[in-house]
């Protein structure tokens, strides 16, 4: 099922299948390593929906919520 990244919950494991929106933010995006095809996972979620914690490639990567709404996953 797909979803955007700010749609998943704490614990819940995707694939990116897409980046979308403004040339800027896909760009900043894909430059932090949200390709296509990367495995991640949700480890926290701040108490108002933002910023988001996920974990991708070994490391752990914050993003606002208008950032993670760019992402659509594929969840696992």
Do not use: C, N
């Not at 749609?7 to 900043?28: N, P, T």
């Not at 752990?60 to 696992?76: I, Y």
């Amino acid at each position: 099922m797909d979803k955007t990244l700010d749609e998943l919950g704490v614990g819940e494991g995707a694939v990116v299948k897409m980046i979308k929106g403004e040339i800027d933010i896909k760009r900043r995006l894909l430059d932090m390593g949200l390709v296509p095809g990367t495995e991640l996972k949700v480890e926290k979620v701040a108490p108002l929906g933002d910023p988001i914690d996920i974990r991708l490639k070994g490391y752990h990567l914050s993003l606002r919520k208008h950032e993670a709404r760019a992402v659509k996953v594929e969840v696992r």
